[in-house]
């Protein structure tokens, strides 16, 4: 599905609630909160996805039908370590270990839309977190690559998602910066750290008509997308956000 330019009222809702719910995969996180909700001990928080889906996300301009039901349809609280599961369907941000967080869920909506997944598409995402993210994403696509750079979140989002019944979401530990060139070309990438500039490997592996969905600056951040065409690659600026830094090789490069 592709998707209509957002109203200049939506975007301007949605930048000012953006910078009121703070950065996204950013907050101090206390290790001993333990792991993500364990098998079995799930309850029935349905009617929380649907406030969270009507309140935060259809609220704020995100018009997706199929975004909206992959929102509706994965259990966030299953990807937050225990004592966050209450707070789950929150309006913002929650910490799952290693000084990292799970997105705002409008984020990673907005995100979702953004890329304009269809059914048969092949994503790849850079920065699994917590794997809520390549959730929603596994819920749009045919098959979704992501990568994480710290091996612990890797690993346990991996598992998360087996347990859940993601098959077709690949997880693997490793630096975004290159992307996967085996499983390129894709028909949409989406990056969930701010880059100083956009990886020159990953837009090399749109396939034509794809599209990257990324955060880019430092101090100051546009979350922007790139779609290849047949000429070349189109940019456009969606409206400011805040992420933590992408690190690793594009941090190595700019110090050379």
Do not use: N
Not at 8 to 29: F, Y
Not at 110 to 136: F, K, Q
Not at 157 to 164: G, N, P, V
């Amino acid at each position: 599905m592709r998707i209509a330019p957002f109203s200049a009222a939506a975007l301007a809702l949605a930048l000012a609630l953006v910078l009121a719910g703070a950065s996204c995969r950013a907050e101090p996180a206390d290790p001993a909160q333990g792991a993500a909700v364990a098998p079995g001990s799930e309850v029935d928080r349905s009617a929380e996805r649907e406030r969270m889906v009507t309140q935060q996300i259809e609220a704020r301009g995100v018009e997706d039908p199929r975004v909206l039901e992959a929102m509706r349809r994965v259990p966030r609280h299953a990807f937050v370590p225990r004592a966050q599961a209450p707070q789950a369907y929150a309006d913002h941000p929650l910490p799952i270990g290693h000084d990292q967080t799970i997105s705002q869920p409008f984020i990673v909506a907005i995100m979702a839309e953004l890329a304009e997944v269809d059914p048969g598409d092949r994503v790849l995402e850079v920065g699994t977190g917590s794997g809520y993210g390549a959730a929603v994403l596994g819920e749009l696509a045919a098959e979704v690559y992501s990568i994480e750079i710290l091996e612990p979140l890797a690993l346990r989002a991996a598992a998360t998602l087996k347990r859940l019944g993601y098959a077709r979401i690949h997880v693997r530990a490793g630096d975004g910066y290159a992307g996967w060139p085996d499983a390129a070309p894709f028909d949409a990438i989406v990056v969930t750290a701010a880059a100083p500039r956009v990886p020159p490997l990953l837009l090399e592996q749109l396939a034509e008509g794809g599209r990257l969905v990324i955060p880019v600056g430092d101090a100051l951040q546009q979350l922007e997308v790139h779609t290849r065409t047949a000429d070349g690659v189109l940019r456009r600026r969606v409206f400011p956000v805040r992420f933590v830094p992408m690190t690793g090789e594009i941090r190595r490069r700019d110090s050379d």
